[in-house]
């Protein structure tokens, strides 16, 4: 299959502490992993992405990590902030036509 | 130039209205895509266009038909849409060569009445 199972759906926070979302992906021949930000009524925006041959990225408040024999990777975001609350998408890509396919969504919610 | 434009913003069209969608990009992306999004859902891929030919159809009705022009526009002309139609249109672009981000425009919001 190629679907692309993300969890949880929603995620509330206190502002300062950390949020994880998971992701797990189905086919072997991904191999690009980034992830979206959707504010409400917005694009999605690209906040990090991680290639196949990387266990892991970090910009500032941000890190993927890939767990390429699980077929799992994750996104963690450290001391939230209001401004982080909005739908998080993981997604993953095949070389083969460019096609993304992405995760159901993360609504995270960032509690002052 | 770093963004992927799209008009209208909005549209609202009858069951038996032709129109279109119309994308826009500067980036030199050689790879552009549309995407459908329902509320609360993921965008769901509908087509890639490569070097200015279509690569991909996940199957779409034949109700959307796609266009490329040059390398910098992309088309979606809609005819004989159904109300589940409804939805946020969203245009990309990008390298492509794999492991590059797509940028994706702002959307239309597509009301089938």
């Known amino acids: 299959g190629e679907n692309v199972e993300q969890h949880p759906s929603t995620l509330s926070v206190q502002e300062g502490d950390s949020a994880v979302i998971k992701c797990t992906y189905s086919d072997s021949a991904s191999n690009y992993f980034p992830w979206y930000k959707q504010e409400l009524g917005k694009r999605p925006q690209l906040i990090i992405d991680i290639r196949s041959n990387v266990g892991e990225k970090k910009d500032q408040r941000i890190a993927v990590t890939l767990n390429k024999t699980a077929k799992h990777f994750s996104l963690h975001i450290t001391e939230t902030q209001p401004e982080d609350s909005a739908v998080y998408f993981c997604?993953?890509?095949?070389?083969?036509?460019?096609?993304?396919?992405f995760g159901g969504g993360t609504r995270v919610l960032v509690k002052p | 130039d770093t963004e992927v434009t799209q008009t209208p913003k909005h549209l609202v069209m009858g069951m038996t209205n032709k129109k279109s969608l119309k994308c826009e990009q500067h980036m030199g992306h050689r790879a552009m895509y549309w995407y459908k999004q329902k509320a609360k859902k993921p965008p769901e891929l509908m087509f890639v266009?490569?070097?200015?030919?279509?690569?991909i159809n996940e199957s779409v009705p034949s109700r959307f038909s796609p266009e490329c022009p040059n390398s910098s526009l992309l088309n979606l002309h809609l005819h004989a849409l159904q109300p589940e139609d409804s939805a946020l249109y969203l245009c990309?672009?990008?390298?492509?060569?794999?492991?590059?981000?797509?940028?994706f425009g702002p959307g239309t919001r597509l009301t089938v009445l």
């Open positions: 990309a672009s990008s390298q492509v060569v794999s492991y590059n981000e797509q940028f």
């Open positions: 997604a993953d890509l095949k070389a083969a036509g460019n096609k993304l396919t």
């Open positions: 266009y490569s070097y200015e030919k279509l690569s």
